[in-house]
């Protein structure tokens, strides 16, 4: 697998999304390795912490407009598009080893959910995170209606997914969705360095700790998840959708 690259660094994954060109927006290839890496990485021996970041000046710009016309036009790939997102929102919730996001760059949409699904987000002083998903006719269903009420409240949450406004590093910290900010050209070394300072704790307590944590969040995926998605894959055959979809390709190949 090219588009999403995992090394062992001592008991550490760094698990990279490598699309640096497209701004790490998601393939066929990232979307279903992202839904099963977090199994892969359950399951090693050896690994104690994740760090996940993106490639190049980006975390992750979400979408692929190719992608969203062919899940339009394709019910089974429709399908396997809702489950690989399944998959990725419970194998991040459930992976009983804490995960870093390293916030290198925007983070938009799918990107804005890996990052709010982490256990702990450093995020670059120039990064920022949002949302948009409203904004091109779909509903937030993968990530943003689950985990942002949890970390905001219901208002904020609203305000954040109905206008999908950029959120800027300093904001994020406020408003608790990250950690700390952290200068571009040192994130990657601050999260290599917690999270070596995380492979140092005692394995069980921190693993139970997370998963004790987390069922908050499972709480939240018994009650919302399925609804989510169910409305999320309905929304992508809506004609507001698909409109908004075809818009935006015809600009940029006016460009």
Known sequence: MTDLVVTA?????????????????????????LASVWEDVATDPEAR???????????????NFGIMTRV?????????????????????VRCPLPVIAAVNGPAVGLGCSLALLSD????????YIADPHVQVGLVAGDGGALVLPLLVGLT??????????????????????ANRVVPKDKIL????DLAQRLATLPVKALRE???AVNLHLEQAIAAVLE????????????????AAVEKIIAARGAR
Do not use: W
């Not at 609804?227 to 698909?242: F, G, N």
């Open 9 to 33: 660094r001592g008991p550490v994954r760094l698990v990279e999304l490598n699309r640096p060109e497209q701004l790490n927006a998601m393939s066929e290839e990232l979307h279903a390795g």
């Open 189 to 192: 070394t601050e999260a290599m």
């Open 72 to 92: 339009q036009q394709d019910a089974a790939f429709r399908e396997q598009n809702v489950d690989e997102a399944r998959r990725i929102i419970t194998g991040m």
């Open 156 to 177: 904020r949450a609203k305000e954040l997914l109905f206008l999908g406004d950029r959120v800027s590093a300093e904001e994020a910290v406020r408003l608790g969705v």
């Open 209 to 211: 700790t997370k998963r």
């Open 49 to 63: 912490v994740v760090v996940l970041t993106g490639r190049g000046r980006a975390f992750s710009a979400g979408g």
């Open 120 to 127: 702990l987000v450093l995020i670059a002083d120039d990064a």
């Open 227 to 242: 609804p989510a998605l169910l409305a999320e894959q309905d929304s992508m055959t809506d004609p507001e959708h698909i």
